[in-house]
């Protein structure tokens, strides 16, 4: 089994950053592509950011680019979303979540949320205006 653990949101004022951070423990095996979900209130579920198992690859939502930035540590299952210039519509709950490893990492799969077959229990971030 495979544990995903976020930590680091908490409250701030617009404008202001945050770094999330996630790790995926356990029985991992292999370096997975992770993603980064999140779920404002009274709302869906969206993917927020992806990147790929090597670090290579990076895609995000197009409401996020410019603003937020996934990265990993080399070769383990640790990633990060750092958030800049937070809006209070950036207010939710963000999962962070591992994509299944047998699948291919499209743009397409990527934004799926059954494609991901790990969950952390998400960690809330709260914009104030």
């Known amino acids: 089994q495979v544990q995903v653990v976020e930590s680091g949101g908490g409250l701030v004022q617009a404008g202001e950053s945050l770094r999330l951070s996630c790790s995926a423990s356990?029985?991992?095996?292999?370096?997975?592509?992770m993603g980064w979900f999140r779920q404002a209130p009274g709302k869906e579920r969206n993917f927020a950011a992806v990147i790929s198992w090597n670090g290579r690859e990076t895609y995000y939502a197009d409401s996020m680019e410019g603003r937020f930035t996934i990265s990993r540590e080399n070769g383990k299952n640790t990633v990060y979303l750092q958030m800049n210039a937070l809006k209070p519509e950036d207010t939710a709950v963000y999962y962070c979540a591992v994509f299944g490893p047998t699948l291919p990492l499209t743009t397409s799969t990527m934004t799926q949320q059954h494609n991901y077959v790990y969950w952390g229990q998400g960690t809330q971030v709260t914009v104030s205006s």
């Open positions: 356990g029985r991992t095996g292999t370096t997975y592509a």
